[in-house]
C-alpha cells in the first residue's frame, strides 16, 4: 500500500460526503413536491403525464396499492424487454445484424435489468442491437433506479409521518425520480462523458486494417448515455463486455473518477433525505457513518491483499505488483477501491477482474453483497436494506435495557421485526440454495473454470451477485447456459420483491403508528454508540450466515496460499 494510494482513497470519500447534503436537500424538495430550479421547465410535463396516466399528485396510496404498482410496472417492463430481445432480428437499429437473443437468455436479461441488477450472460457489443441497448436495457436503467429510490422515500416516510394510512404515491415518485433527478443528471453526465471520448451514435460499427494489415470491426454505439445512468442508478450494465476496462465506456482517470463518485451519490443523499424528513438530519449522518465504517474496513483490507500479492508469485522471484486483472492504467489502489465501491452499491460495474483478485482481496466484494449491499447500496435499495437492519439493532437494543423498541418515537414491535428478518433471510436462501445445487449438479459444475476452492468462490460469487442485484461475475464462471440463465434469474427476482414487499409492509405498519415521545430511557440513534450497535448487528447478523460457505471457499483458498498450495 502506499501513500498516494490511500490519498486518492480519502479524495474520493470526501466528495462522496461533500455532496451527500446538497443533493439530499434538493431530492428533498423532489419528493416533498416543492419547487425546484427545475420546476419552470419539467412542472408543465409532470403534471401532463400525471393527466394522461389518470393520477394525480394529491392522490395518496395505502402500502398494498404501492406495492401492487410496482409489481405490475415491474412485470410490464419485464414482458417489454424480453420481446425487444426476441424480436430484435426483426426490428430497425440493428447495423451488425443482430439475431434474436436465446428465449433462456432473453429471460435472464430481462429478470436482470428489471430488478436493477444487470447480470449479463452476454457480450453487449456482440448480443444486443442499438435499440434494444437504448429502448431496452438504457429504459430499464431509469424505471429500476427510479423504483428502487420510490420504495427507499416510501419507507422513509413510514418514520415521518404518525397516525396515517398512506406511504405516497408510487407513480408520483417515480415519475419525479426519472423528470427531476435522474434525466437531468445523466444528461449532463452523458455530455461530459461525450467530452472525454465516450461514443454516442447510432452509425454502424467500423472496420479498420490493423498495421500487420488485418481486419479489425470496432464497435460503436449510443454510448455515453447508457454509462451516465448505469453509473448513477446503480445498474452497471455494460455496452461493451469488457465494462468499465474498456476505452470506450471508461477511457482515463477522470472518467473513472466521475463514474465511481456517481456510484455513491444518491445512494449517500439518501441518508440525508431521511434526516430532513424525519427533522433530524444528524439521524442520517448516524446511517451514512454506520455505511462509511464497513466501507473503509473493505477498502482497506481489498487494498492491502491486492498490494500483498500472492507469496508464490513473489517465490519465483516476479515483483512487478500484483497487477494481474487489474486495470493497469489506474493501478492496484483504484482497482481495489473500485471493486468494493461497485459491491459496496448494487452496481455491477468491474475496471478490473475480480476473479484475479486474491482470496481476501475477492472475499470484500462477496462480503458487501453478503450483507445485502446496506453500505450506500444500490440507489435506494441500499438504504431500505438498511432500514431493516436498524429494526433489528433497535429491538437488540430494547432487549437489552428491558424496554419495548422504539425508533425516531415509532414503537418497533413483532411485526417489523418478522418483515425485517423475513427481508434479510431471504438474501441467504437464494444464494446458499442455489449454490449447494449448483456444486453438484454436472452441467453446472462443467460451467466452472477453477477447480478447488476457487471453482467453489465463483459459483458462490454467481449467486450472491444475483440475489444482491449486483451484477459484478468473478468472470471464471460460464453462465450462458440453459441452468445459470433461469436459476440467476430467478434468483434475481428473488432478491429484489422478497426484501421489497416487507420493506413496504413495515412502511405501511409504522406510517399508521403515533409518534411516542422521547424519554430518559429512550436509546439515542444519532450518535457513535447506535452507529457502533448497527455495525455489529450487521456484521453478526448478516456476516455470519455465510461464514460456513466463506471457510469452504475465499477463506481456505487464502490459508492454502500462505502455505504455499495452488489448485
Known amino acids: 500500500m502506499t501513500l498516494n494510494g490511500w490519498l486518492q482513497i480519502l479524495?474520493?470519500?470526501?466528495?462522496?460526503?461533500?455532496?451527500?447534503?446538497?443533493?439530499?436537500?434538493?431530492?428533498?424538495?423532489?419528493?416533498?413536491?416543492?419547487?425546484?430550479?427545475?420546476?419552470?421547465?419539467?412542472?408543465?410535463?409532470?403534471?401532463?403525464?400525471?393527466?394522461?396516466?389518470?393520477?394525480?399528485?394529491?392522490?395518496?396510496?395505502?402500502?398494498?396499492?404501492?406495492?401492487?404498482?410496482?409489481?405490475?410496472?415491474?412485470?410490464?417492463?419485464?414482458?417489454?424487454?424480453?420481446?425487444?430481445?426476441?424480436?430484435?432480428?426483426?426490428?430497425?437499429?440493428?447495423?451488425a445484424g443482430m439475431a434474436p437473443v436465446d428465449a433462456n437468455l432473453a429471460f435472464n436479461t430481462a429478470a436482470s435489468f428489471v430488478t436493477n441488477t444487470n447480470w449479463q450472460n452476454y457480450g453487449g457489443e456482440s448480443t444486443m442491437s442499438y435499440l434494444v441497448q437504448m429502448a431496452g436495457l438504457t429504459v430499464q436503467n431509469f424505471m429500476s433506479a427510479a423504483v428502487g429510490i420510490a420504495i427507499a422515500v416510501a419507507l422513509i416516510r413510514g418514520f415521518a409521518r404518525a397516525s396515517v394510512k398512506s406511504i405516497g404515491n408510487f407513480w408520483v415518485d417515480m415519475t419525479r425520480c426519472t423528470l427531476y433527478i435522474l434525466l437531468p443528471l445523466c444528461i449532463v453526465l452523458t455530455l461530459v462523458y461525450v467530452w472525454l471520448g465516450i461514443p454516442q451514435t447510432v452509425g454502424p460499427y467500423v472496420d479498420a486494417t490493423t498495421l500487420e494489415g488485418a481486419k479489425q470491426t470496432i464497435a460503436l454505439g449510443p454510448v455515453a448515455s447508457q454509462v451516465a445512468i448505469k453509473m448513477l442508478g446503480t445498474n452497471g450494465g455494460g455496452f461493451f463486455n469488457a465494462n468499465a476496462a474498456h476505452p470506450f465506456e471508461n477511457p482515463d482517470a477522470i472518467s473513472n473518477l466521475i463514474q465511481m463518485v456517481t456510484i455513491f451519490a444518491l445512494g449517500a443523499a439518501l441518508t440525508n433525505v431521511f434526516g430532513r424528513m424525519v427533522g433530524n438530519q444528524r439521524q442520517g449522518w448516524a446511517i451514512l457513518a454506520a455505511m462509511g465504517v464497513l466501507f473503509l474496513a473493505g477498502v482497506a483490507i481489498c487494498y492491502w491483499a491486492e498490494a500483498a500479492g500472492n507469496p508464490l508469485v513473489h517465490a519465483l522471484g516476479i515483483d512487478g505488483g500484483n497487477l494481474e486483472g487489474k486495470e493497469t492504467r489506474f493501478g492496484i489502489a483504484l482497482s481495489a477501491l473500485f471493486a468494493v465501491i461497485t459491491t459496496a452499491a448494487s452496481c455491477g460495474a468491474v475496471n478490473a477482474m475480480h476473479d484475479s483478485f486474491t482470496a481476501l482481496g475477492g472475499l470484500i466484494p462477496m462480503i458487501n453483497m453478503q450483507l445485502g449491499e446496506v453500505i450506500v447500496g444500490g440507489v435506494g435499495a441500499g438504504f431500505y436494506g438498511m432500514m431493516m437492519f436498524i429494526v433489528l439493532a433497535v429491538f437488540v437494543a430494547g432487549l437489552m435495557v428491558g424496554r419495548t423498541p422504539e425508533y425516531l418515537g415509532k414503537k418497533i414491535e413483532a411485526k417489523e421485526v418478522k418483515m425485517a428478518m423475513l427481508a434479510i433471510l431471504c438474501l441467504p436462501l437464494a444464494m446458499l440454495s442455489f449454490t449447494a445445487i449448483a456444486v453438484v449438479l454436472p452441467s453446472a459444475v462443467a460451467s466452472i473454470a477453477n477447480g478447488g476452492p476457487h471453482g467453489f468462490s465463483e459459483v458462490l460469487y454467481a449467486y450472491t451477485s444475483a440475489a444482491a442485484n449486483n451484477g459484478s461475475a468473478f468472470g471464471g464462471l460460464s453462465g450462458n447456459t440453459p441452468w445459470f440463465n433461469i436459476t440467476l434469474g430467478i434468483t434475481m427476482l428473488m432478491g429484489r420483491f422478497l426484501v421489497i414487499i416487507p420493506a413496504l409492509a413495515i412502511a405501511g405498519s409504522l406510517v399508521a403508528k403515533k409518534t411516542v415521545p422521547a424519554s430518559a430511557g429512550t436509546f439515542p440513534t444519532d450518535g457513535p454508540l447506535f452507529v457502533g450497535l448497527l455495525v455489529g448487528v450487521i456484521v453478526i447478523v448478516g456476516g455470519l450466515t455465510f461464514f460456513p460457505a466463506l471457510a469452504v471457499g475465499p477463506i481456505v483458498e487464502h490459508l492454502a496460499m500462505i502455505h504455499g498450495q495452488s489448485f
Open 11 to 95: 479524495f474520493y470519500c470526501g466528495i462522496v460526503v461533500l455532496l451527500a447534503k446538497p443533493l439530499g436537500g434538493y431530492m428533498y424538495r423532489v419528493f416533498n413536491g416543492k419547487r425546484t430550479f427545475l420546476s419552470p421547465l419539467l412542472g408543465p410535463i409532470e403534471r401532463g403525464l400525471y393527466r394522461i396516466s389518470g393520477t394525480s399528485e394529491r392522490e395518496d396510496q395505502h402500502w398494498t396499492a404501492y406495492a401492487a404498482g410496482i409489481m405490475f410496472f415491474s412485470i410490464a417492463s419485464f414482458l417489454v424487454l424480453y420481446i425487444l430481445q426476441r424480436l430484435q432480428g426483426v426490428l430497425p437499429y440493428n447495423p
